[in-house]
C-alpha cells in the first residue's frame, strides 16, 4: 500500500538506495531548452560525466573536502579541529533511520555528511537526484504506484506550503509561489508578474528515489518539468 508517508520516505532515501546510475534528461515545456536531452553517469561520491546533444562532455570529480563546509571558530580563539567530512555510504558516517520497508523515516542531520551529488547547470540537477525537498512542507494531494519505462515508480500530486524548504530557492523542484517569495526573502528579485502553478506532479523511482518525472500544473508554464529515463543502476 502507498500512502503518503512512503511517498516522503522515499524522498529521503536516494542517499543510500545507489551507488552509480546512468540516466537521461530532457526538458520539457520551455521554448528554448525543450528536448534538450543530456546523457549522465554517476558514481559517489561526487564523479559525474555529463554528455549534451552536440557532444559537449562535462567531467566533475569532487571530494567531500571540497564541497564548502564551513568551519567556526571557537569563541576564545583556540584551535578547532577539522571535522571529518563524510558521505552517507561511509561506514563511518551517521545513518538514518530506516522503516521497516527500508525506506528513510529519518536522515542524519550532523553537517559534516555531504550529501550533494555533483551539479550539472544548477541546483535542480541536485534536488533530482536527491529530492529530499519532497519529503516535507508540502501537502500530498494524490499517491499512487506505477510503472514508468517498466521501473516501478510512485506518483504524487503535491503543493508547496509555507514551510516548503528547498535546496536551492532560485532552482527548486517545485518553484512556484512559495519558491518565488522564499527568494525574494533572501535578497533575491521580486517574484515574477505571472501565474504559478498551482500544484505539480512529480514521480520518484523506487529503486533510486531519483524524481524522474516533473510537471507543473496551472499557471503560465502548465506542462513544464523534466523526464528522466534511468538506464542503469548499481545499487547499494
Given at each position: 500500500m502507498v500512502d503518503d508517508e512512503t511517498f516522503r520516505a522515499l524522498a529521503r532515501s536516494s542517499p543510500w538506495r545507489w551507488r552509480s546510475v546512468e540516466l537521461t534528461r530532457t526538458l520539457v515545456g520551455d521554448a528554448i531548452t525543450a528536448d534538450h536531452a543530456v546523457r549522465a553517469w554517476i558514481d559517489r561520491p561526487g564523479r559525474m560525466r555529463v554528455v549534451e546533444p552536440d557532444g559537449t562532455e562535462h567531467l566533475v570529480d569532487e571530494t567531500p573536502a571540497e564541497r564548502g563546509l564551513v568551519v567556526v571558530a571557537s569563541s576564545d580563539g583556540s584551535p578547532v579541529e577539522p571535522?571529518?567530512?563524510?558521505?552517507?555510504l561511509d561506514p563511518a558516517a551517521p545513518r538514518p533511520v530506516l522503516r521497516p520497508d527500508g525506506l528513510v523515516a529519518q536522515r542524519p542531520s550532523d553537517?559534516?555528511?555531504a550529501y550533494d551529488d555533483?551539479?550539472?547547470?544548477?541546483?535542480?540537477w541536485v534536488a533530482m537526484l536527491d529530492p529530499v525537498e519532497l519529503s516535507g512542507g508540502v501537502d500530498v494531494l494524490s499517491v499512487r504506484a506505477t510503472v514508468l519505462e517498466g521501473r516501478d515508480t510512485v506518483e504524487a500530486v503535491v503543493r508547496p506550503t509555507a514551510g516548503y524548504d528547498p535546496r536551492c530557492t532560485c532552482c527548486a523542484l517545485l518553484f512556484g509561489e512559495v519558491a518565488a517569495e522564499l527568494l525574494h526573502a533572501e535578497g533575491g528579485p521580486e517574484p515574477e508578474d505571472r501565474a504559478f502553478a498551482d500544484e505539480f506532479a512529480v514521480a520518484l523511482d523506487v529503486e533510486t528515489g531519483i524524481c524522474v518525472r516533473l510537471r507543473e500544473i496551472g499557471g503560465d508554464d502548465d506542462g513544464a518539468g523534466f523526464d528522466v529515463s534511468i538506464a542503469a543502476v548499481?545499487?547499494?
Open positions: 571535522p571529518v567530512v563524510t558521505v552517507p553537517v559534516t555528511v555533483p551539479m550539472y547547470e544548477n541546483y535542480l548499481t545499487p547499494v
